[in-house]
C-alpha cells in the first residue's frame, strides 16, 4: 500500500529555532507539492517539484522558507529562523504530472512554534 | 486572480442527501477536484471532473459546468463517517498546481 510519509509529525520549537521537514513521496510519482493548512487560511501551496526541479515557490515566504528535493525518495522543507506565525500542519503530496491523476497527501508535521 | 467559493458550514441528517457547491474563477482550468478531510487527517482525493456533467461514484457524485465557473459535490445516504470538511480545488492550466477552496465543514446529526 503506497503512500507518503512524513517526519516528524509533531514538531514544537522555540521561535527562531531551525525547523526541518522531510517528506518521501510514492515511488514513481514526479510530483511534489508543500502545503500549509491554518483555520484561517485553509491549504495554501508552498512549494512545487516536478521531476525534481523546483517549478513554483511563489507561494512560500524566502526569506526564511526554503524547499528542496536532493533525490527522487526526498523532499525537505526548512524553516530559518521560525516565528510563532508559522504555526500550521504542513503537509507534502505527490502525483503524476497531468491527466485525471490526483495528488495524494502524506499526514502531515503539526509545527507548533512557541 | 484565482478565486474558489464554497459554504463554510454545512449540516444535514443521517440517510439524507446534501449538496456542496462550489463556484472558482481563476485565470486558467485544468479540472476540478473535490477531497475530503476528516479532522486532524489529511486530504484525501473523492472526484475529478474536467468535462461538463455528472461522474458518479457510489453514493458520491460531483458535477461540473466549465461556462458557470461551478461545481457541486452530491452525497447520498449520508453516514456519520460523512462528517468531514470538503475541499473543492481548481487544477491550474499548464501546471499541476492545485488551488484549494477554504473547505466546506459537513456535520451529519442521527
Known amino acids: 500500500d503506497a503512500r507518503v510519509t512524513q517526519t516528524p509529525r509533531h514538531k514544537v520549537t522555540e521561535m527562531g529555532q531551525e525547523v526541518t521537514m522531510r517528506c518521501q513521496p510514492i515511488?514513481?510519482?514526479?510530483?511534489v507539492f508543500w502545503y500549509r493548512q491554518t483555520m484561517m487560511q485553509g491549504l495554501e501551496l508552498l512549494a512545487y517539484?516536478?521531476?525534481?526541479?523546483?517549478?513554483?515557490d511563489s507561494g512560500m515566504p524566502k526569506d526564511r522558507f526554503s524547499a528542496e528535493m536532493p533525490d527522487a525518495t526526498l523532499a525537505t522543507l526548512k524553516i530559518q529562523p521560525s516565528e510563532p506565525r508559522d504555526s500550521a500542519v504542513y503537509f507534502c503530496?505527490?502525483?503524476?504530472?497531468?491527466?485525471?491523476?490526483?495528488?495524494?497527501f502524506g499526514p502531515g508535521t503539526r509545527l507548533t512554534v512557541t | 486572480g484565482q478565486n474558489i467559493d464554497q459554504p463554510t458550514e454545512m449540516t444535514a441528517t443521517e440517510g439524507a442527501i446534501v449538496q456542496i457547491n462550489c463556484t472558482y474563477q481563476?485565470?486558467?482550468?485544468?479540472?476540478l477536484f473535490w477531497y475530503q478531510q476528516h479532522a486532524g487527517e489529511a486530504p484525501t482525493f473523492l472526484s475529478y471532473?474536467?468535462?461538463?456533467g455528472l461522474e458518479e461514484k457510489g453514493r458520491f457524485s460531483s458535477f461540473l459546468s466549465r461556462s458557470k465557473g461551478y461545481s457541486y459535490l452530491l452525497l447520498k445516504e449520508l453516514q456519520m463517517k460523512d462528517s468531514a470538511s470538503y475541499l473543492c480545488?481548481?487544477?491550474?492550466?499548464?501546471?499541476?498546481?492545485?488551488?484549494f477552496g477554504t473547505g466546506t465543514r459537513l456535520q451529519v446529526f442521527p
Open positions: 480545488a481548481v487544477r491550474d492550466y499548464g501546471t499541476d498546481k492545485l488551488i
Open positions: 515511488l514513481g510519482h514526479n510530483t
Open positions: 517539484f516536478r521531476n525534481r526541479a523546483p517549478l513554483d
Open positions: 481563476t485565470s486558467g482550468f485544468n479540472g
Open positions: 471532473n474536467v468535462l461538463d
Open positions: 503530496a505527490s502525483g503524476f504530472s497531468g491527466g485525471a491523476d490526483e495528488q495524494y
